[in-house]
């Protein structure tokens, strides 16, 4: 069913004659009639019949204008609601990793609230790889991503990607590991290659960036371990389990030493990711600038 061919009937209803319809609208009286002729085929009902020279609607005619108006209005009050510009409103499905959720997405959906009441954030927390198969799937509308320099994720035309953060990793080793003053990164994974490799549970780049760095130190590691919680990571390395990679700004518990990786860097890449044709949406484009004014206020100290 066409919402022009409802037009079309609603102003018929309104207007009581073809002729004030097809002026009205733009076009000729011969089109209405052949418009609202389809019409009446597509529900299977007549909506007009003759009344003198003129016609008017059948019971059936004035029902369905009734129902026209209705969707034509809650077309418009939706074509409103997407447009570029539009206050944000609805809900707007979000998966991503649980650091940023926490220290960005979060602040965020409590300033929404305030400035954007219509506007809800659905929450999902996922794994990068997790996140863009829900995006693929249509089950989310925005992934909270991030790959390493040493492991970069494979571009996908059908997305677009927009760069938030880069936080540096270093290597959690037990406290008291004896380390060289001034060691590289080569030397200290070197340093490291008889014991066990701590890995993440749920994706593969840190794993990437491990057998990365450990085939240029000249070994291949023992992954033996794996985990996604950051803090299981450092409960491992204090237990003895072995060594992981760990942010160098997260706050080592005893028995856990943080070293830097110098020279190649290990650096973490955060993105938030859409898919094109819908980064118009103003839900989404509002979340997607806000995160990016949020991390890059946050990069120079503002």
Request: proline letters at 7%; zero cysteines.
């Given at each position: 069913?066409?919402?022009?061919?409802?037009?079309?009937?609603?102003?018929?209803?309104?207007?009581?004659?073809?002729?004030?319809?097809a002026?009205?609208?733009?076009?000729?009286?011969?089109?209405?009639?052949?418009?609202?002729?389809v019409?009446?085929?597509?529900?299977?009902?007549?909506?007009?019949?003759?009344?003198?020279?003129?016609?008017?609607?059948?019971?059936?005619?004035?029902r369905?204008?009734?129902?026209?108006?209705?969707?034509?209005?809650a077309?418009e009050?939706?074509?409103?609601?997407?447009?570029?510009?539009?206050?944000p409103n609805?809900?707007?499905?979000?998966?991503?990793?649980?650091?940023?959720?926490?220290?960005?997405?979060?602040?965020?959906?409590?300033?929404?609230?305030?400035?954007?009441p219509r506007?809800?954030?659905?929450?999902?927390?996922?794994?990068?790889?997790?996140?863009?198969?829900?995006?693929?799937?249509?089950?989310?509308?925005?992934?909270?991503?991030?790959?390493?320099?040493?492991?970069?994720a494979?571009?996908?035309?059908?997305?677009?990607?927009?760069a938030?953060?880069?936080?540096?990793?270093?290597?959690?080793?037990?406290?008291?590991?004896?380390?060289?003053?001034?060691?590289?990164?080569?030397?200290?994974?070197?340093?490291?290659?008889?014991?066990?490799?701590?890995?993440?549970?749920?994706?593969?780049?840190?794993?990437?960036?491990?057998?990365?760095?450990?085939?240029?130190?000249?070994?291949?590691?023992?992954?033996?371990?794996?985990?996604?919680?950051?803090?299981?990571?450092?409960?491992?390395?204090?237990?003895?389990?072995g060594?992981?990679?760990?942010?160098?700004?997260?706050?080592?518990?005893?028995?856990v030493?943080?070293?830097?990786?110098?020279?190649?860097?290990?650096?973490?890449?955060?993105?938030?990711?859409?898919?094109?044709?819908?980064?118009?949406?103003?839900?989404?484009?509002?979340?997607?600038?806000?995160?990016?004014?949020?991390?890059?206020?946050?990069?120079?100290?503002?």
């Amino acid at each position: 069913m066409e919402t022009r061919r409802l037009r079309l009937l609603v102003e018929l209803s309104r207007l009581g004659s073809m002729r004030a319809v097809a002026d009205t609208v733009g076009t000729t009286t011969s089109t209405v009639s052949q418009q609202l002729a389809v019409l009446a085929r597509e529900m299977g009902a007549e909506l007009i019949e003759p009344e003198g020279r003129r016609v008017r609607l059948t019971p059936a005619g004035r029902r369905l204008a009734e129902h026209a108006a209705v969707i034509l209005a809650a077309v418009e009050t939706a074509r409103l609601d997407l447009a570029p510009g539009a206050e944000p409103n609805g809900t707007l499905r979000v998966a991503g990793f649980a650091t940023a959720i926490r220290v960005h997405l979060l602040p965020l959906v409590t300033e929404l609230a305030a400035g954007h009441p219509r506007l809800h954030i659905l929450v999902r927390e996922h794994e990068p790889a997790e996140a863009l198969e829900l995006l693929a799937a249509d089950e989310t509308d925005l992934a909270l991503t991030y790959d390493y320099n040493l492991a970069p994720a494979d571009p996908d035309p059908a997305l677009h990607t927009t760069a938030l953060w880069t936080a540096p990793w270093g290597l959690g080793v037990p406290a008291d590991a004896e380390v060289s003053d001034g060691a590289d990164t080569l030397e200290v994974f070197d340093g490291f290659r008889a014991q066990d490799w701590i890995v993440n549970s749920r994706g593969t780049s840190d794993a990437t960036v491990i057998h990365t760095l450990a085939s240029m130190a000249g070994f291949t590691p023992r992954v033996t371990h794996q985990a996604d919680s950051l803090d299981l990571v450092q409960g491992m390395i204090t237990a003895g389990l072995g060594v992981g990679l760990l942010p160098m700004d997260t706050p080592t518990v005893p028995g856990v030493r943080l070293l830097p990786l110098t020279g190649p860097e290990v650096v973490l890449r955060a993105h938030v990711v859409g898919r094109h044709g819908r980064l118009g949406w103003p839900p989404l484009a509002l979340v997607t600038d806000l995160l990016a004014q949020r991390t890059a206020s946050r990069a120079t100290g503002q």
